[in-house]
Each structure stands twice: as C-alpha cells, then as structure tokens.
C-alpha cells in the first residue's frame, strides 16, 4: 500500500512539474509579429507593429524595438509613447485596454525617419497590468523600396509639322502634396494647349501643370499628364525632354528627363517596272571555281 502511494505520488510530482515548462519558441511563433513601412506625404515613415494576443488581459504597456540609428518625433493613436532606451520605444494605452486571447494588436507609430540600410529584425512585448506577458516575439522590418523618377514622354502623332497630343510620365520618388509639374516642349513648338484635371501655364519652352485642388501623392505614384493640341516644329528628331514634380514649397518629389522621337515616316516610292535581264552569253559556266577565274 505504502509503495503505491509513494508511485502516486511520484506521478503527481512529474505532472506538476511537466506544467512549469513553457515552450516560449513556440510564444513567439503563436504571436505572429509583423512590421510595415510605409511612407507619409511629409517624408517620415510610419510603421506598424501587429502581434496576436497569447494571455488575456489588460494591457499595461508595449514596447517595441526600432532600428539602430532611427530618429525623428513619433507619436501614435489611442496611447502614449516614450522612449526606453535609443532603439526601444514604449507605447501607454490612453485607457483600460482588455484583449482577448488570439485578438491581433495593431500600433502605428508615426513620424520615423530610418536610417539606411534593413532589413531589420525588431522585437515586440505587450505587458499586462498584472505582470503577465500578454505577448511577445520578434518581426522583420523591411526598408522602404525606392523607386526612380522613370521618366517617358509619349506622343499621338510624332510627326514633325503637325499637331500631336502629349503624355509626360514620372514616377514620384518622395511623398508630398503636388503642386505642379513642369514639363519641357519640344523645341520650336507652339500650339493652343490644352489639359485635363488642372491649368496649364506655358512659358519659355515650358508648360507647368497645376492641380485644381491639393494632391497628395505617395512614393511609387506614376504620374501622366497630358498636354493637348501640341504644333511641333518642322524640324524633327530625337529630345530628351525633362518633367520636375514639386509641391507649392518647392520641394522636388520627381525630377528627370526622357526622350522622344520626332521623325516623318519614309516617304512612298513609286513603282518602278523592271526591264528585263540579259541571259548570260552561250558557254558561260553557272559557276565558277575561283573568283580569280571569273
């Protein structure tokens, strides 16, 4: 009797302790970490840090890794942030915030300007406010792709001396509020221009595009602005042709230049009949075996 208890006992110990061990590669897998730039119309980068709920609770505080070198002001919504050390930013709920079990947090945080370089791998701890770990692991960071000003100009009727309609092309390279876009004519042009969309003013070779109203426009952007009723000049050939993106301050969000053909196609020529061909004289070989011989 005396040694089943003490089996029994044993096998309780075992359990109990098979309970303590946690498993936390596995937490961190669970949790599910993920972390997005994108860019704002003023420069900075926000990022945004998701994470699944492993214990319920309410959250007292999370905090959140950030690149080595990053700098700017960053704020967030629904809460406060502070810094805890240079690469380690703390994120305050501005009230009671219960999750629940597999609810997926989501915390933006605004204003950053990273350094260069990535990709960068960043941890995530969301603490509750009775101590517990409500979740933790780590996600990647990737940079920003970057993009350039990929500049085309097309054209309706590339023929000099006749009247076309032009399409210049950009990519926008940094975000902002467009202001106007600058585009260069074909040399000798003239025409009554014409848009869509906005107001074009011309000038010293150049015609300068305004929207109607304020335009934000992201990185990676194309633009495509027309201007109608071009005359080119009798004078054709190949120009390269330059388009500079700015907002009302100035600033550049795309500048470039791209390059266009202006070329008459070939002209017809008339039929001509052709006489027919002497038959080579008698005796003459087909062949030869040299042209030395020939």
Known sequence: MFRRLLASAAALVVAAAAIVFIDRAADAAAAGVSITATQASN?????????????????RE??????????????SINGTVSSVTST??????????????GARLAIPLYGLKLPAGGPWTLGFKSI????????????????????TAA????????IPAQTTNLTYQATITKAGTLGAVRMQLPTGATGTYGTVNGTLFVSGGYATWKPKSPLNV??????????????????????????S??????????????????????????????????????????????????
């Open 218 to 243: 992201a990185v990676g952007a194309r633009l495509a602005i027309p201007v109608n009723n071009v005359q080119l000049s009798r004078f054709g050939g190949t120009m390269s042709l330059t388009v």
């Open 62 to 75: 999370v905090t959140m890794a950030i690149p080595a070198g990053t700098t700017g002001r960053v704020t």
């Open 151 to 158: 500049v085309a100009v097309k054209a309706t009727n590339p």
């Open 128 to 147: 509750g406010t009775a101590g517990q770990v409500i979740t933790s692991g780590a996600g990647v960071l990737q940079p920003l792709k970057t993009y």
């Open 43 to 59: 420069g900075t980068t926000t990022l945004t840090y998701r994470a699944t709920v492993l214990k319920a609770g309410a959250i």
């Open 245 to 294: 993106a700015t907002t009302a301050t100035g600033t550049v969000l795309s500048t470039g230049a791209g390059s266009i053909a202006f070329i008459a196609p070939p002209a017809e020529m008339p039929a001509v009949a052709a006489a027919g061909f002497a038959a080579p004289p008698a005796g003459c070989p087909d062949t030869w075996p040299t042209t030395t011989a020939e």
């Open 88 to 101: 380690v930013l703390r994120w305050r709920p501005a009230r009671v915030t219960n999750v629940a079990v």
